[in-house]
């Protein structure tokens, strides 16, 4: 293909664009909404996974010894736990940085505690981070039968709740964003078919001259291809002006849980946020155009 | 040039358009197609085009064997055919200039020889002072020679045309008619499709004539015989 040529259709397929401006206004209209969502699902998921992620993390799984332990016995159901598939970090607490701990929990009142250092009724025990909550319960209960084992301490309703919400979550994104992709793409092929309709003589004549389904096509996946990359540049303004003030409210929240939480932010990750709407933007155009051309062209 | 051995087309509904065809068209030759309405002279101009596929049959078209032809090898085929149609099918947002050109710019061809082709073209019909015209400021005759124009410039071996003076008033007509002569004595081979036996009668050419889709006459045999 020439480059005269090339620049012609080029021209064609954004004069198509402005032709038939209503319905490409439209069609930017949806496209956008839906790259904003698809960009807001994705920035909120990585936000909770991150979330949770550092919730997880600390959150511990106590395993209390028995008193009567010896040191091998208590070495032998380390080494059984960190065998364990879905055991991340394991760490040993004496019965005396158990009683420290203890102390340091009750405050100021740690000295009710002082008497007790000859006879502490703190048991040893280990803490476990897990690598996946989802294997709890499970975990909690193959150590339950271990050798020694006074009792198992596990936050299991927390992570059942944690994996329950970020299970949700993704379903939920899931399906809108199909439902907004397939909105999107009805919306640009009958933004195209439009377009084509209002061109039929062209593409009737094109046929006659010998011009290749190529040639024919091109113009119809420049319009395309123009809607989503417009979409694209418009969602992703939106998006980032959006995550500006929505970060600076965070961050100046009076309620410490929220101002201290580690935000993922807009600005973190806006080359990838850009890249994945020209890219989503570009595909959904092309597709869509693609689908609205497939009838024209059979003769 | 075209060559049709047996050619039947049905259509999905069942119309038998054509039926049992065969058909010579040499390098060259000026032929009529000359048939009542529905005796499927479109038609048979469909299959050269292949705008439509035989049923049954064989049919060559400027060296393309039309039964194995591959679909992106259509357009190919198509750039050797030139066509003109009743209706002018000329683009209304286009000056006569463009709507030449367009033809051109959509077969890849590049802009310096556009430039020089096209008024080359418009000068051959006619046309050279209304190139920046527009369709609708164009007489019916004017708008034919457009569309011849935008036919021929491919320089194509075969020129197609479907009724071209359907639509035009006669003394026009024979204009158009002169027009493809002309073009004929360049060495084109043109196929006109008509019902108007005056013209025909006029213009002393061979002339095939269709009934319900079968050949019924054919001057070129009567001569030879
Ligand atoms: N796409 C089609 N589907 C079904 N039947 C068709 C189709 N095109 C043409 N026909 C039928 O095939 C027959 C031949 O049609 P064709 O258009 O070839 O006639 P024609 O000789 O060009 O007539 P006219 O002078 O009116 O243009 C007619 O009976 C017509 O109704
Ligand atoms: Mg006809």
């Not at chain 1, 480059?3 to 930017?28: D, E, H, K």
């Not at chain 1, 291809?225 to 600076?248: H, K, N, P």
């Not at chain 2, 000026?30 to 050269?48: D, E, N, W, Y």
């Not at chain 2, 410039?153 to 479907?162: E, G, L, M, Q, S």
Request: hydrophobic share 45%; charged share 20%; aromatic share 6%.
């Amino acid at each position: 293909m020439n480059s005269g040529s090339f620049g012609y259709l080029v021209r064609q397929g954004i004069n198509g664009t402005w032709l038939n401006r209503v319905m490409s206004l439209a069609s930017i209209g949806i496209l956008t909404a839906c790259l904003i969502i698809l960009g807001g699902v994705g920035l909120l998921s990585v936000n909770v996974r991150d979330i949770f992620i550092a919730m997880e993390n600390q959150t511990e799984v106590a395993i209390y010894i028995e008193d009567d332990a010896t040191q091998a016995q208590i070495t032998v159901l380390g080494e059984q736990i960190k065998a364990l598939d879905g055991v991340n970090e394991i760490t040993f607490i004496s019965k005396e940085e158990g009683l420290e701990e203890a102390k340091g929990m009750l405050d100021g009142e740690g000295y009710l505690l002082d008497g007790l250092d000859d006879d502490n009724p703190i048991p040893a025990s280990y803490r476990i981070t897990l690598t996946d909550q989802s294997k709890m319960v499970e975990i909690q209960n193959a150590i339950q039968k271990m050798e020694k084992v006074e009792s198992v301490v596990a936050p299991t309703s927390l992570a059942e709740t944690l994996t329950g919400i970020e299970r949700t979550l993704t379903i939920l994104g899931g399906i809108i964003i199909g439902i907004l992709l397939i909105a999107s793409l009805v919306v640009i092929n009958n933004t195209i078919k439009l377009t084509v309709f209002a061109r039929r003589r062209e593409i009737n004549i094109m046929k006659y001259v010998g011009a290749t389904n190529g040639f024919i096509r091109l113009p119809f996946i420049v319009e395309g291809l123009t809607i989503g990359i417009i979409s694209a540049i418009l969602a992703f303004g939106v998006l980032a002006a959006v995550s500006q003030s929505l970060g600076g409210m965070l961050s100046s929240s009076v309620i410490p849980a929220i101002s201290s939480l580690e935000i993922i932010s807009f600005w973190d990750v806006w080359y990838w946020v850009a890249g994945a709407f020209v890219v989503s933007g570009m595909l959904i155009g092309t597709f869509g155009s693609s689908m609205a051309m497939r009838k024209h062209l059979q003769v | 040039m075209i060559e049709f051995k047996g050619v039947t087309k049905v259509y999905p509904n069942g119309t038998v358009a054509l039926d049992d065809v065969d058909l010579f068209i040499g390098k060259g030759e000026f032929v009529f197609i000359l048939g009542h309405s529905g005796a499927g002279k479109s038609t048979l101009l469909k299959l050269v085009l292949r705008e439509e596929a035989a049923t049954s049959g064989e049919i060559v078209v400027a060296d393309y064997h039309l039964n194995e032809i591959r679909n992106r090898d259509i357009p190919y085929l198509r750039r050797n055919l030139g066509v003109v149609f009743q209706d002018f099918r000329l683009i209304p947002t286009m000056t006569a200039y463009e709507n030449v050109a367009f033809a051109m710019h959509v077969t890849n061809i590049p802009k310096k020889e556009i430039r020089k082709r096209v008024p080359y073209i418009l000068h051959l019909v006619g046309l050279t002072d209304k190139a920046k015209v527009y369709p609708t400021e164009l007489s019916g005759g004017e708008q034919q020679r457009v569309a011849l124009a935008r036919a021929l410039v491919h320089n194509p071996p075969i020129i197609i045309a479907d009724e071209p003076t359907g639509n035009i008033d006669p003394e026009l007509s024979y204009e158009i008619m002169e027009l493809l002569t002309e073009i004929n004595k360049l060495g084109t081979t043109v196929v006109v499709v008509t019902h108007e036996q005056d013209m025909v009668a006029d213009f002393h050419r061979r002339t095939i004539k269709l009934e319900h889709g079968r050949i019924v006459a054919d001057t070129r045999k009567a001569v030879f015989r």
